[in-house]
């Protein structure tokens, strides 16, 4: 199974709205990162939050991460049109010199006029 | 500003045909590279990474392989293609070996028939 997974496969907001996407992970972690994902283009890191860290901001953007219950979420607010896209969490894996994010399967988002 | 560039844009092969994917990196020395492959509605699967030229760890076996023949330059190439290769593979490049910041290409999308 996957060490992080988003709780759901799909959301769909209207424009100005808020909205919330949650993750969970099974292992204990250094950091974990949000990622967005529009149609046909690479992921874009959103916000790498570490695990001293309790919330992040970046712009509309909220992270939070509770280490005791092992997830995170992100929020968006004031949603707009190019919010659309798939939203995934990664954690962090370091093994031999490489760091290894492992992404869950992501949480497809859109946001409607 | 660094630029991370990938080609071709998308290809159709056959099976048993070769293949070659290759990624650029410019406005940066010695980045940390990989290659990511990610199924139609799958999640990211790191496959390969380089800390340096000439060095490549492989981190899923899925008869493909990868060189890093310049500081600048990741290829991921196999000699026969695979039905189950099909999906869209990823170059990424992160300024540090902690690698938690990864920033992607824009991806080539494969099909195998």
């Known amino acids: 199974s996957q060490l992080a997974e988003e709780n759901l496969w799909a959301l769909s907001v209207h424009e100005g709205e808020s909205v919330t996407v949650n993750c969970s992970y099974k292992t204990s972690i250094t950091a974990l990162q949000w990622y967005r994902q529009k149609s046909g283009e690479g992921p874009a890191q959103l916000i790498l939050i570490r695990s001293n860290e309790r919330e992040k901001r970046n712009g509309r953007l909220r992270a939070t991460l509770d280490t005791s219950s092992q997830s995170s979420s992100l929020s968006i607010t004031a949603t707009r049109c190019e919010d659309t896209a798939v939203y995934f969490c990664a954690t962090d894996w370091a093994s031999g010199g490489n760091y290894k994010p492992t992404f869950g399967k992501g949480t497809s988002l859109v946001v409607h006029p | 500003a660094q630029t991370i560039h990938q080609w071709p844009v998308a290809e159709i092969k056959a099976v048993g045909s070769p293949l070659s994917l290759g990624c650029t990196i410019k406005g940066k020395s010695s980045p940390n590279l990989y290659w990511y492959w990610q199924a139609t509605g799958g999640t990211l699967q790191q496959l390969f990474y380089?800390?340096?030229?000439?060095?490549v760890e492989s981190v899923v076996q899925l008869n493909l392989s990868a060189s890093r023949p310049k500081d600048d330059q990741f290829i991921l190439s196999t000699e026969k293609l695979l039905l189950s290769h099909s999906g869209f593979y990823l170059c990424a490049w992160s300024p540090d070996r902690g690698g938690d910041t990864q920033y992607f290409g824009p991806g080539t999308r494969l099909l195998v028939l």
């Open positions: 380089s800390i340096t030229v000439g060095q």
